[in-house]
C-alpha cells in the first residue's frame, strides 16, 4: 500500500487532551449554538488546553505548541474548500496534529488539488482572523478523504475540506507545532521528524 499524501496517523505515547473536560467548555462559552459552526484561537506558546505530555513529547524534535485552535462543525455540517495560511509568509506547506471527536462516523476530512492556478485564488478570513485562500466546490478535484478517528499529522497548505454529515457535533482541536525559536514545521521535515510516531 502506498503512503498517502496528505496525512498519517499518530501512534502517540500519551494523551495530550482531555476530551471530555474541553468539550464541557467550549460548549459552555457564550454564544455557542450547538446547530452553528464555531471556531476558537488559543493564542500564546504552550497553551494549557494541552497537558504536559505534549509539550513533554515535543520538547524531544526541539519543538513546542504555537497558536492552537478548536473547529466546532455542526451536524449535517461542513467547512468549504481552503488553504490555511499563516498569516506571517505566503502559503506554505505547513502542518497540523488534528484530534478530532464527536461522531463515530459520517465525517471527512477532504484534500484535493486545484484545477486552476492557486495565485487566483481569493483570500479570505475564518470566524478567528486567521487568512485562508477559498475555492469553489467545482475548482477542486478530490484525491483523498479520511474519517479522522486518532490523532493525525496532516497539511494544511493544499485544498482541504472537513464534511460533516452525521448527527453529531464534530469537535477538532488543532495542534499547531513548530520549532523552539523558529517557525511552524513543514510537510515533508515534519514526517523524518516525527517517523518514529508515524503509523
Ligand atoms: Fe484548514
Known sequence: ????????????????????????????????????????????????????????????????????????????????????????????DYVKINFVWGPESDHYMQWGESIIPIEEHEVGYNMVGSPHMIFKNEEVNITESLIIDKPTLLRVGIPHKVINDSDKGRWCLCLIPKSIGGGRLLWPKSIDLFKDYVL
Open 1 to 92: 500500500m502506498t503512503n498517502p499524501i496528505n496525512y498519517r496517523y499518530l501512534n502517540l505515547p500519551a494523551e495530550f487532551i482531555n476530551q471530555k473536560e474541553i468539550t464541557e467548555k467550549y460548549s459552555n462559552t457564550e454564544g455557542f449554538d450547538p446547530t452553528k459552526n464555531k471556531q476558537w484561537r488559543i493564542d500564546g506558546g504552550n497553551p494549557d488546553i494541552f497537558n504536559a505530555n505534549a509539550y513533554d513529547w515535543l520538547k524531544q524534535f526541539n519543538c513546542e505548541i504555537g497558536v492552537c485552535e478548536i473547529f466546532y462543525t455542526a451536524p449535517k455540517s461542513g467547512i468549504r474548500w481552503h488553504i490555511d495560511m499563516s498569516g506571517f509568509t505566503p502559503i506554505t
